[in-house]
């Protein structure tokens, strides 16, 4: 098993900055690619962002690409998502994942309980 505890949302004004954090514990953290998920009000979970085991890979969706930076410390046990420019409809709860496959589409095998951002215009 692995447990995800994310932290560091909150409500941001439009044009604002947030980082977040998700500390793994439980199995090696560098067996497992690192991703951020999405929730917005209404709507189904999408993908974010994605860093492979190393770091040395990243991928991100095309709404956050460019404002968005997906990083980890395998020292740390931690991913983090750095969140700059942010617009209101980047509002939602952000989930971080772990994928132990190393390559195809990212499929999680752990989710974390979640952490609330809110962006105001």
């Known amino acids: 098993q692995v447990q995800l505890v994310e932290s560091g949302g909150g409500l941001v004004q439009a044009g604002g900055s947030l980082r977040l954090s998700c500390a793994a514990s439980?199995?090696?953290?560098?067996?497992?690619?690192m991703g951020w998920f999405r929730q917005p009000p209404g709507k189904e979970r999408e993908f974010v962002a994605a860093?492979?085991?190393?770091?040395?890979?990243?991928r991100y969706a095309d709404s956050v690409a460019g404002r968005f930076t997906i990083s980890r410390d395998n020292a740390k046990n931690t991913v983090y998502l750095q969140m700059n420019s942010l617009k209101p409809e980047d509002t939602a709860i952000y989930y971080c994942a772990a994928d132990s496959r190393v390559i195809g589409d990212f499929s999680a095998d752990y989710w974390g309980q979640g952490t609330q951002v809110t962006v105001s215009s």
């Open positions: 860093i492979s085991r190393g770091g040395g890979s990243t």
């Open positions: 439980g199995r090696p953290f560098n067996n497992y690619r």
